[in-house]
T-cell receptor, first 113, second 110 residues
Framework: SAVISQKPSRDICQRGTSLTIQCQVD?????MFWYRQQPGQSLTLIAT?????????ESGFVIDKFPISRPNLTFSTLTVSNMSPEDSSIYLC??????????FGEGSRLTVL | SQQGEEDPQALSIQEGENATMNCSYK?????LQWYRQNSGRGLVHLIL?????REKHSGRLRVTLDTSKKSSSLLITASRAADTASYFC??????????FGKGITLSVRP
């Protein structure tokens, strides 16, 4: 398994601002994903973070709103841009090693006022 | 779109009892997985069952998969208060991406 650290663990932000969430893994991983979990809901995949190239976004998510970086095999960032209260969610970084299962960070709980 | 649908949505049992949770899905899968989430924290992988497997065990967990009915069940035997959490099934298709169900809230009363 991999140990995944996410920062910040939680934050309260003002409408219209942007926040960058960091995900650090203790080992090189092939796959990194970003999920959103809205209050009381399940997880929705935002995008696959690709090392050295643009992320692959799922339907309903766009790069302008959720820019993602992945400069190497152990680190990725997700930015939530121009936030609105509807962006209040838990954002989760997850990694896969090609065996099928995913390992998750503790999540970043974002509240937008 | 969500693939897995768990039922029941919520389950409350007494410590020591068994808990059974079900998951149904709609399209063909490569594997199905169960995860646990404690109080809005990160998810913990519990068990993975491949499409050519019918049953799998891990400690107090037993998972079954019926691909003809497109359904799976998770059985937790001899439940403990520490098993209180939300449980999600997730399906992986040919592209290996996981699609999560809505989750089941399990409460185990001491």
């Amino acid at each position: 398994s991999a140990v995944i650290s996410q920062k910040p663990s939680r934050d309260i932000c003002q409408r219209g601002t942007s926040l960058t969430i960091q995900c650090q893994v203790d080992s090189q991983v092939t796959m990194m994903f970003w999920y959103r979990q809205q209050p009381g809901q399940s997880l929705t995949l935002i995008a696959t973070a690709n090392q050295g190239s643009e992320a692959t976004y799922e339907s309903g998510f766009v790069i302008d709103k959720f820019p993602i970086s992945r400069p190497n095999l152990t680190f990725s960032t997700l930015t939530v841009s121009n936030m609105s209260p509807e962006d209040s969610s838990i954002y989760l970084c997850s990694v896969g090693q090609g065996t099928g299962e995913l390992f998750f960070g503790e999540g970043s709980r974002l509240t937008v006022l | 779109s969500q693939q897995g649908e768990e039922d029941p949505q919520a389950l409350s049992i007494q410590e020591g009892e068994n808990a059974t949770m079900n998951c149904s899905y709609k399209t063909s899968i490569n594997n199905l997985q169960w995860y646990r989430q404690n109080s809005g924290r990160g998810l913990v992988h519990l068990i993975l069952i491949r499409s050519n497997e019918r049953e799998k065990h891990s400690g107090r967990l037993r998972v079954t998969l019926d691909t003809s009915k497109k359904s799976s069940s998770l059985l937790i035997t001899a439940s403990r208060a520490a098993d209180t959490a939300s449980y999600f099934c997730a399906t992986a298709g040919a592209n290996s991406k996981l699609t999560f169900g809505k989750g089941i809230t399990l409460s185990v009363r001491p």
